[in-house]
């Protein structure tokens, strides 16, 4: 079983930065490499949907959601099986629990698309990304 671990969320001013890191495992037991997954960021505000914030594939195609392009990059090791994603100039509408979120599935263009998530059965627990003025 994949198990994913997210990292990296706390308390920030506005105009600051995080970068959180999404380690998994399992991956070897099921035969798979780490970038044989397109991989995500997803997060959820209180009373709001979840929503995808970055992903990247296997090819290492990435897409942003609108509110974050040009604040936000995706990134990936590999060899660590670790997944990042580093946040500047936070405002505090990002505030909101992150989860990382992986998948088989080739290509990442619809990861940012409204209800995309419940298309996705391996999650992280989520850290918390709190963002104040």
């Known amino acids: 079983q994949v198990h994913l671990e997210e990292s990296g969320g706390g308390l920030v001013q506005a105009g600051g930065s995080l970068m959180l890191s999404c380690t998994a495992s399992?991956?070897?037991?099921?035969?798979?490499?780490?970038?044989?997954?397109?991989w995500g960021w997803f997060r959820q505000a209180p009373g709001k949907e979840r929503g995808g914030v970055a992903a990247i594939d296997s090819d290492g195609e990435t897409t942003f959601a609108d509110s974050v392009m040009g604040r936000f990059t995706i990134s990936q090791d590999n060899a660590q099986n670790t997944l990042f994603l580093q946040m500047n100039s936070l405002k505090p509408e990002d505030t909101a629990m992150y989860y990382c979120?992986?998948?088989?599935?080739?290509?990442?263009?619809?990861?940012?698309?409204?209800?995309?998530?419940?298309?996705?059965?391996?999650w992280g627990q989520g850290t918390l990304v709190t963002v104040s003025l």
């Open positions: 399992g991956l070897r037991d099921r035969g798979l490499a780490f970038d044989d997954y397109a």
């Open positions: 979120a992986a998948s088989l599935l080739s290509g990442c263009a619809g990861w940012t698309s409204a209800g995309f998530y419940k298309y996705l059965s391996v």
